[in-house]
T-cell receptor
């Protein structure tokens, strides 16, 4: 299957700082990328949908000014958690897909805000 | 929103068969996926159903009945490495795009 690379896999940051997470589709061009958040023992919750060259569509309850998404090309999307707080600590996962096919997930990023 | 229900936990013996059920209520249905997720890792794709019926892929099979809003994932010849969380996900068409909505996951524990 296709490969989606997500970086970093783990990050620890201080409260109030910003963290950028990258999601790259390595061997295909993704029409759409999705960002999810997963708390322990819970399911994946969609945060936003990102199409190349256009603004991301955020799910209800997700602050777009706090979770900045940039989708600069068909192979790269970034999520920046701004002014991170301990409650933002979570597992963040991206997925990429070509319309009508399965979604391929990145390895996930474990964010810990201290 | 979408209501996707699946059991929280299941336990089975190595070599046995386990069936994980998933029911959903949604509009704009555009396919149902099953993913496997090990703790601390990202989900990996197992199966996809968009039409009614059974899809078989090695030890894993998935069934869909759209009229009943029902799917199951069948795991045969269970191995210890199959211990993981299994996520049922429904793809839904929206006005401008589509999204995957996930169930809470079923934790399967395989015992020797």
């Amino acid at each position: 299957g296709a490969v989606v690379s997500q970086h970093p896999s783990r990050v620890i940051c201080k409260s109030g700082t910003s963290v950028k997470i990258e999601c790259r589709s390595l061997d295909f061009q993704a029409t759409t990328m999705f960002w999810y958040r997963q708390f322990p023992k819970q399911s994946l919750m969609l945060m936003a949908t990102s199409n190349e060259g256009s603004k991301a569509t955020y799910e209800q309850g997700v602050e777009k000014d706090k979770f900045l998404i940039n989708h600069a090309s068909l192979t790269l999307s970034t999520l920046t958690v701004t002014s991170a707080h301990p409650e933002d600590s979570s597992f963040y996962i991206c997925s990429a897909e070509v319309l009508g096919t399965e979604a391929f997930f990145g390895q996930g990023t474990r964010l810990t805000v201290v | 929103g979408q209501n996707i229900d699946q059991p929280t936990e299941m336990t089975a013996t190595e070599g046995a068969i386990v069936q994980i059920n998933c029911t959903y209520q949604t509009s704009g249905f555009n396919g149902l996926f099953w993913y496997q997720q090990h703790a601390g890792e990202a989900p990996t794709f197992l199966s996809y159903n968009v039409l009614d019926g059974l899809e078989e892929k090695g030890r894993f099979s998935s069934f869909l009945s759209r009229s009943k809003g029902y799917s199951y994932l069948l795991l045969k010849e269970l191995q210890m490495k199959d211990s993981a969380s299994y996520l049922c996900a429904v793809r839904v068409l929206r006005s401008n795009d589509y999204k995957l909505s996930f169930g809470a996951g079923t934790t399967v524990t395989v015992r020797a």
